[in-house]
């Protein structure tokens, strides 16, 4: 029996470059930066004071089932929801919502099987902060009572499955930055095999709070850098760290024969998955490892090395982080004579954590689409071991067919997607 193929037929983001995928590849090819000052908090007493956040303005809903509980959740819950409505409004799938005649649409027949795969890192870790500072300062009896269900990982993947009246499964992975690429890549698997005819998957994070500041510039982790136009520069001879983003990126994904048959719009195919275990340190990333990640998702794809190209990069302007993942890049391709191009959004929208390989995911489907490669932006002088690898300085046109997404995280959590031109 032929392994199903995987289809993706609806995106939906949202993050400092905008509330649609149009809206984030605009900005990636005219070279616009997400990163602005910190307004979420007062951030004069860090040494970073900038993010890449999400004008939560655009972040509206549709009269719906629980809107009013949706409103009082913390962000990286509404941000997924926007993010899988309009997914689910771009693949034309119908749910409950559909099915109800809310948001203007007609009521339509839903298909059954559908599941939620989400990837989160630290979930409503800014509620926990609120949550504790209020308590401290005006006692116990003032907690809200929905400080619980708007913190816990698990939220963001509950209320999009009950909102569009799913009832399969719904699985929260939380593997740090590589929860999104996981999530991902285990949807797929479940489609693939059958348990599933299509799914909603993704990843989301918004912890741009005091205490991940604290906590990141105490690792060292964080850009110093107080120019939004010089700061976060991946693969740079001058970076010095990452920058805070916000995002949500989430994707219906189908078995193709479903897709083709209710006549859908094809975005890309998701073609090879793979994940592994492995790092140096607790929250460094290992050359070796993830060299056999990538592979691993070639294989699983059916691709050869020399036939990828384009690299989303894991890259986010960490001066060890991206020397060992270039470091893996040539070690995937070491021999061949055609080379990959390789990118890093990062400069763009700041490190969205979770999201951090969907968002990559998103982008890559554009550039098949558009058969161009977005820039890295704010790459002003190379550093001086990279200058062997093709590194995209400017947006780029060229034949696309293959891309590699790498989402890496803390605890040697390794993923990497693969995506292909259908």
Partial sequence: ????????????????????????????????????????????????????????????FEKGPFQFEVRRMSAFVR?????????????????ATDQDGLGGQEPRARPPGGAVFLGVAMGGLPSIEAGVLKQEQQGVRKT?????????????????????????EQMTIAGACASGGQAVGHAVRAIRSGARTWAIAGGSEA?????????????????????????PRPFDRLRDGMIVGEAAAVFVLEDRAHAEARGAVIHGEVTGFAANSGCDDITGISTRHITRCMTGALADAGVEPDA????????????QGDAAELEAVRALTAGNRRKPVVTSIK????????????????????????????????????????????????????????????????????ATLVVSRV
């Fill in 308 to 319: 990828v190209d384009c690299v989303f990069a894991q890259a986010s302007g960490m001066i």
């Fill in 144 to 168: 809200s009572p929905f400080l619980i269900p708007s913190l816990i990982p698990n939220m963001a993947a509950s209320v999009i499955a009950l909102r569009h009246g799913m009832e399969a």
């Fill in 207 to 231: 912890v741009t709070t005091a205490i991940t500041y604290s906590g990141f510039e105490a690792m060292r982790a964080l850009s110093r850098g107080e120019d939004p136009d010089l700061t």
């Fill in 79 to 95: 941000y997924a929801l926007f993010a899988a409505d309009r997914a689910v409004a771009d693949s034309g799938l119908a749910t």
């Fill in 1 to 60: 029996m032929s392994r199903r193929s995987v289809v993706v037929t609806g995106v939906g983001v949202v993050c400092s470059l905008g509330s649609t995928v149009d809206e984030l590849w605009q900005g990636l090819i005219a070279r616009r930066s997400g990163i602005v000052p910190v307004t979420r908090f007062d951030p004069d007493r860090f040494r970073s004071r900038l993010a890449g956040q999400v004008d939560d303005a655009v972040v509206t």
């Fill in 347 to 414: 400069g763009h929208t700041g490190y969205t954590f979770a999201a951090n390989g969907p968002l990559n995911l998103a982008c890559a489907l554009m550039a098949l689409h558009h058969q161009t490669v977005p820039p890295t932006l704010k790459l002003e002088q190379t550093d001086p071991s990279f200058t062997d690898v093709d590194i995209a300085r400017e947006a780029r046109g060229a034949r696309i067919r293959h891309c590699l997404i790498n989402a890496f995280g803390f605890g040697g959590i390794n």
